[in-house]
């Protein structure tokens, strides 16, 4: 093994050595939209619309990803474009925190400047993420697909995790000289991160720009790109994986804003317990990644590693845990609401791991010429549809609390909704596959098409 690959495949040190990468832009996200977000609000008494407005223009630009996707599929390698875009990525999230003292002295300067950050970081997420994505895809074996999307995902958390155990202990007391201070050794340290994970590791795969010139696969990727998009689009398994996201993504992110608000209106819960009930989703959906990863891995040959079984599984008790917080609005104090979150987030973490390795396979399917553009579509519709759905969420429960009075029944319309989609979602999972066999199935994923969901 020589820096993490062995027979022109990532081993296991090499699929680290790429997590770091996600690490790192989980370092920089987390800055940018938590703690960002939360100056703000509280510290500039800003309307919690203009942060939210910000971050939803972050995930409205990863449509763009099937572009930047295209760019590394006619370069030929990954690499620039993920550095790239963790370089754009690092300069946003810096700029993003250093508007914040700005806005102090100028609310249109300051706005302005933050307009232009989150412009950059949606950029760098989509171009770094996606390309990350694309590498792996090409470079991991297909047995240790799922087992690889729960590596890189499970390093994101830890780059959360980390990143806001670090900005809490350092920022106080808070100024913004410090928080200045701490963005930038946040953002260069992240980027050195990215830079140091990926550095030659790619020059050690076989499926090298000098490979693909000698295939002759590199003349077929420089087509233009609307013709490009076009031909991907009119792949029957690929549009059908993407409406498939599209839709689980709008369930899946309709929660993220409602979830501790609804427990603290209906449930009466103190910040420090609705912190709890956030914590019992993040941990259920560890557990579910893990499962997932383990049987799609150690098991790749059972019926219990095809990973369409995984996500019609992750999304009909993603559905039921769903109508149990339905069940949960009604009744109120009394309700078990921590065990019914984590079996959301543990039905949730099972859906987005088995979707995610899938993604891998589908975008290899089509050959190498078509990996990055393949993976952008699905990558864009993830990245929309998790805006939409998280603005989406939060609206419908703004809404039908005025006009309602209650709490209940606002978060209850809202959850029930989200229970359709994830059970829409289920017969979308199933559908996928059933026209346009390929011949290179993989045995991680044992349907008679392959699949899979997600951007970095």
């Not at 806001?164 to 963005?183: E, F, K, Q």
């Not at 076989?206 to 696969?217: I, M, N």
Request: net charge positive; charged share 10%; proline share 3%.
């Amino acid at each position: 093994m020589t820096l993490g690959t062995t027979q022109g495949h990532l081993s296991w040190f090499g699929i680290v050595r790429l997590g770091l990468v996600q690490t790192a832009l989980g370092a920089i996200v987390v800055l940018s939209t938590s703690t960002v977000n939360r100056l703000m609000i509280v510290e500039l008494a800003l309307p919690a619309l203009v942060p939210g407005l910000l971050v939803t223009w972050h995930y409205a630009l990863q449509i763009l990803r099937p572009r930047w996707g295209h760019g590394s599929d006619v370069g030929g390698r990954r690499t620039p474009w993920i550095l790239g875009g963790m370089a754009v990525l690092a300069l946003g999230g810096f700029c993003a925190a250093f508007s914040v003292p700005v806005m102090a002295s100028s609310h249109l300067i300051g706005l302005g400047l933050a307009a232009i950050a989150f412009t950059l970081i949606g950029a760098g997420v989509g171009a770094g993420g996606t390309t990350l994505l694309v590498l792996l895809a090409e470079s991991v074996p297909r047995e240790r697909r799922a087992a690889a999307a729960t590596i890189v995902w499970i390093m994101m958390i830890a780059g959360f995790v980390i990143t806001a155990g670090i900005i809490g202990h350092t920022l106080a007391p808070y100024s913004p000289d410090r928080l200045v201070m701490v963005a930038a050794i946040v953002c260069a340290g992240a980027f050195a991160l990215a830079l140091v994970a990926v550095t030659g590791l790619e020059n050690k795969l076989t499926r090298t720009q000098e490979a693909k010139v000698a295939s002759g696969e590199a003349a077929h990727n420089k087509q233009d790109f609307k013709a490009a998009l076009k031909e991907v689009w009119q792949d029957d398994s690929a549009r059908r994986f993407a409406i498939f996201v599209f839709v689980s993504m709008l369930a899946y992110s309709a929660q993220e804003l409602v979830l501790e608000p609804f427990a603290a209106l209906v449930f009466g819960m103190p910040p420090n317990e609705t912190a709890l009930i956030a914590g019992a989703q993040h941990g259920g959906a560890l557990a579910g990644m893990i499962l997932v990863g383990v049987f799609a891995t150690f098991w790749s040959r059972s019926k219990l590693s095809a990973l369409r079984n995984w996500i019609v599984a992750g999304c009909l008790g993603s559905a039921l845990a769903v109508i149990g917080l339905v069940a949960a609005a009604r009744i109120g104090i009394g309700f078990p609401l921590r065990p019914m979150v984590f079996a959301l987030g543990f039905a949730n973490g099972i859906y987005a791991v088995a979707a995610i390795g899938s993604m891998f396979t589908l975008a290899e399917s089509a050959g190498r010429a078509r990996e990055g553009i393949r993976m952008g579509l699905f990558g864009a519709a993830q990245g929309v549809a998790f805006g939409i759905g998280g603005m989406g969420g939060s609206s419908l429960s703004d809404l039908m609390r005025y006009l309602t009075g209650a709490p209940d029944l606002a978060y209850g319309l809202v959850f029930t909704a989200e229970a359709v989609l994830f059970i829409i979602s289920a017969g979308l999972a199933l559908s996928i596959g059933r026209r346009g066999v390929s011949q290179t199935a993989s045995p991680a994923f044992s349907m008679s098409h392959k699949a899979g969901v997600h951007g970095g």
